[in-house]
């Protein structure tokens, strides 16, 4: 709904997205306001780069202190997105902002190796989906189970999702595949690297608000 980029509509027919696939990268324009690109300019004193903008703004998005000040906002409007005040803070919280989503789209070199095992050998099935925190492991059924979980990354929520338990329980009674076990272990990490992140994005991002 909000690409970064615009193309000319130079597509013949109604039917745009065979076309659009095949556009120059040269045509292409950025997909942000005249009035937004030179506030940006002013406070920063540079032309920053489509991408380190996108970038900025996911760091922003996933900041617990934004998302707390602007709670009731955000349950009725778009977001708004505070201008930085230098360049300095625009390009510390640009650059987690890249980290963040090479994390959510499992791309990150760090997601190659994980704490998380899987260490019971059995039918893989998932019939009953369960926390237990003292030993940090997640159930799927009475004898097999995920471990090195912390209660953080287990309980971690994107919108109304609590994401390590809607994974296996939208797959109750199915037997889990090698690949959608290493995909759990991997986005256990992810989450995990996502928590630490933000609280860097957070100490960053209070400065933005003095």
Do not use: C
């Amino acid at each position: 709904f909000f690409p970064l980029y615009l193309y000319p509509d130079e597509s013949v027919g109604a039917n745009h997205e065979l076309p659009l696939r095949n556009k120059s990268q040269a045509n292409r324009i950025p997909n942000f306001s005249p009035e937004f690109l030179q506030a940006l300019r002013e406070k920063l004193q540079t032309h920053p780069m489509p991408e380190e903008v996108f970038y900025y703004i996911y760091s922003v998005l996933y900041s617990p202190a934004y998302r707390k000040r602007y709670e009731e906002f955000l349950k009725i409007d778009f977001p708004r997105v505070p201008l930085p005040s230098n360049y300095e803070l625009f390009k510390k919280l640009s650059d987690l902002g890249k980290e963040l989503i090479e994390l959510h789209l499992l791309e990150h070199p760090d997601l190659e190796k994980t704490d998380v095992g899987f260490p019971k050998s059995g039918s893989n099935k998932v019939e009953k989906v369960g926390y237990v925190e003292e030993s940090q492991r997640v159930f799927i059924n009475k004898e097999q189970y995920f471990e090195g979980i912390p209660k953080e990354v287990w309980e971690y929520r994107i919108g109304a999702y609590q994401v390590m338990e809607k994974y296996l329980k939208d797959r109750k009674g199915r037997k889990l595949s090698l690949d959608e076990i290493n995909h759990y272990m991997k986005v256990a990490k992810a989450i995990r690297l996502t928590i630490q992140l933000q609280e860097k994005i957070d100490n960053i991002y209070r400065k933005t608000e003095n």
